[in-house]
């Protein structure tokens, strides 16, 4: 089993950037593809971005397509959501989420696939 904690959300305004991190402990972190979910207030928890476990692909929901970036630290066991362009419906709180298959050659992008989550950090965009 793996622990996850998010951390780097907060209160911006449209037009701005956070980034968030997730760190990750419990096993090897380098085996596994890494997820951000997000989930409105109302709404349903919605996938965001994926990477595989080497790095080499990466995944988005469209609407973060050119403004959201996701990246990973493998020799810090982190992985990292950079936003920019933060839109209000944006606002959600953020998941953190690890595969539950190591080595998946394509990047999860559905809840079940993924087998761990962290506690969420809440991102608010304010208009």
């Known amino acids: 089993q793996v622990q996850l904690v998010e951390s780097g959300g907060g209160l911006v305004q449209a037009g701005g950037s956070l980034r968030l991190s997730c760190a990750a402990s419990g096993r090897t972190f380098n085996y596994y593809a890494m997820g951000w979910f997000r989930q409105a207030p109302g709404k349903e928890r919605e996938f965001v971005a994926a990477i595989t476990w080497s790095g080499s692909t990466t995944s988005y929901t469209d609407s973060v397509k050119g403004r959201f970036t996701i990246s990973r630290d493998n020799a810090k066991n982190t992985v990292y959501l950079q936003m920019n362009t933060l839109e209000p419906e944006d606002t959600a709180v953020y998941y953190c989420?690890?595969?539950?298959?190591?080595?998946?050659?394509?990047?999860?992008?559905?809840?079940?696939?993924?087998?761990?989550w962290g506690q969420g950090t809440q991102v608010t965009v304010s208009s």
């Open positions: 989420a690890a595969d539950r298959e190591r080595y998946r050659r394509l990047t999860p992008k559905v809840h079940a696939d993924f087998g761990s």
